[in-house]
């Protein structure tokens, strides 16, 4: 299946310029591809696609049943769209991992990221350097607080963070401080995960998973500020009590797994 490679982005971002530990030897032939999940962000996701990098070879946005723009500017913005009609975080990454599984040339690493503009797409060499210098496993993107903006992560999520990172320490003597979105991993490690969550328990899924089949994880810090539109998760009690289970589910699961 060919590769759809997004539109040129013009010029690099203050982020990319400054905060990029890679250099173009280190990245020759090495296949990187971005999946976004995405719910009407008709107004962030042309945003998003034109700051990533361009040493990722593709953008796969997933429209998680969007009723708005969101496709439209997406594969105007140059990205790869394809449609997942569930509603869940965790469909919509399983579509993208569904959609490259197909391709006759497998990426080397995917990068997660959102589709609210909240992340700093530019920071995405930040985030795969310590697998292309170290060899690491998969990295998280940590939401520092000296880099976030102010509102742009709510209690609860602040809260949902400390708890679920402080229990895996408790459990798994990990080092994570976040949850966060914004991760890279290399493909085949992906593989072997064998994820499962449809909906908000994906990311810690991947972490516990990580963590239990000894993978080498790290954090690097990045930015991060206040999104475009309405948070689905955090910005409902709904939506940030049912994040909070399912999060804390996987957590105790693999606690005395």
Same mark, same amino acid.
């Given at each position: 299946m060919p590769q759809k490679k997004h539109a040129s982005r013009g010029r690099r971002t203050k982020y990319e310029s400054e905060n990029n530990p890679l250099n173009e030897a280190k990245l020759q032939g090495i296949i990187i591809k971005v999946i976004i999940p995405a719910y009407n962000e008709e107004e962030s996701i042309a945003k /998003?696609? $034109? *700051?990533i990098p361009e040493i990722v070879q593709e953008v796969? /946005? /997933?429209? %998680?049943?969007?009723? #708005? $723009?969101?496709e439209k500017n997406a594969k105007n913005a140059g990205a790869t769209v394809l449609q997942e009609n569930r509603k869940g975080y965790g469909y919509a990454c399983l579509k993208g991992m569904d959609y490259i599984s197909k391709q006759e040339n497998k990426p080397d690493i995917i990068v997660f990221l959102d589709g609210d503009y909240s #992340?700093? +797409?530019a920071e995405l060499t930040k985030i795969? $350097? +310590?697998?292309? @210098? *170290? %060899? @690491? #496993?998969?990295?998280?993107?940590?939401r520092v607080k000296r880099w976030r903006e102010k509102g742009s992560m709510t209690l609860p999520q602040i809260f949902g963070n400390w708890l679920a990172t402080s229990l895996m320490k408790l459990f798994f003597n990990a080092r994570f401080t976040d949850l966060g979105p914004f991760r890279a991993i290399k493909y085949d490690k992906l593989l072997e995960l064998e994820m499962q969550d449809k909906t908000y328990g994906w990311t810690v899924e991947m972490q516990l998973k990580a963590l239990k089949k000894g993978f080498s994880c790290t954090e690097v810090p990045v930015h991060y500020k206040n999104r475009i539109g309405t948070s689905k998760v955090s910005g409902t009690v709904k939506g940030a009590i049912f994040a909070g289970v399912k999060i804390l589910g996987w957590i105790f699961k693999y606690s005395f797994k």
């Open positions: /998003v696609i $034109a *700051e796969i /946005v /997933v429209s %998680n049943k969007s009723t #708005d $723009a969101t #992340d700093f +797409p795969i $350097a +310590p697998i292309i @210098k *170290e %060899n @690491k #496993d998969l990295v998280i993107g940590s």
